[in-house]
T-cell receptor, first 112, second 112 residues
Framework: GENVEQHPSTLSVQEGDSAVIKCTYSDSASNYFPWYKQELGKGPQLIIDIRSNVGEKKDQRIAVTLNKTAKHFSLHITETQPEDSAVYFCAASIGGAQKLVFGQGTRLTINP | KAGVTQTPRYLIKTRGQQVTLSCSPISGHRSVSWYQQTPGQGLQFLFEYFSETQRNKGNFPGRFSGRQFSNSRSEMNVSTLELGDSALYLC???????????FGQGTRLTVV
């Protein structure tokens, strides 16, 4: 079955700098790749997603890139702010978001 | 628009008991998925329902079951609880089987 590896497990950056989180997936049939942000005591919040027919997608300070050949995708956060501190999860699935396989998560800390 | 609502938020049960968790999806959403989140195993897919039919099932024992009602509300049941069932149980709803998924805040189950 599908397996998603996420790196790094923890990431600490200075406020204003950029943060990059990377994921690799194993099943070449996967075609939907969302990213979720989870704050303490809350459920995961969808922040951006990408489908396999697109190589890059951007939403303000957040961008996701997908390399289907290498089977990896990355989350880029620019101009980081303290409120970006959270645990971020990548996921992969076939078809849609109904059977997501998640990475192990990255705890991002933004230092003021 | 109200988000995904899960009840109860917290639950403490004794080994051997059974428990039922409830999920009300976003209005108009017909697909509901359930996930288990633990520190050791991360986020793992339990099952998915669409129009009252279970479409996908994860790799969990038969003690874990679920159902969906005609109004799209869903319940999951865990029988013969074990200590290892202690986890955050998350419900996610989607407009369709190919649309993005939105999570509720989860039900924190503690088995003692």
């Amino acid at each position: 079955g599908e397996n998603v590896e996420q790196h790094p497990s923890t990431l600490s950056v200075q406020e204003g700098d950029s943060a990059v989180i990377k994921c690799t997936y194993s099943d070449s049939a996967s075609n939907y790749f969302p990213w979720y942000k989870q704050e303490l005591g809350k459920g995961p919040q969808l922040i951006i997603d990408i489908r396999s027919n697109v190589g890059e997608k951007k939403d303000q300070r957040i961008a996701v890139t997908l390399n289907k050949t290498a089977k990896h995708f990355s989350l880029h956060i620019t101009e980081t702010q303290p409120e970006d501190s959270a645990v971020y999860f990548c996921a992969a699935s076939i078809g849609g978001a109904q059977k997501l396989v998640f990475g192990q998560g990255t705890r991002l800390t933004i230092n003021p | 628009k109200a988000g995904v609502t899960q009840t109860p938020r917290y639950l403490i049960k004794t080994r051997g008991q059974q428990v039922t968790l409830s999920c009300s999806p976003i209005s108009g959403h017909r697909s509901v998925s359930w996930y288990q989140q633990t520190p050791g195993q991360g986020l793992q897919f339990l099952f998915e329902y669409f129009s009252e039919t279970q479409r996908n099932k994860g790799n969990f024992p038969g003690r874990f079951s679920g159902r969906q009602f005609s109004n799209s509300r869903s319940e999951m049941n865990v029988s013969t609880l074990e200590l290892g069932d202690s986890a955050l149980y998350l419900c996610a709803s989607s407009l369709s089987t190919t649309a993005e998924a939105f999570f509720g805040q989860g039900t924190r189950l503690t088995v003692v």
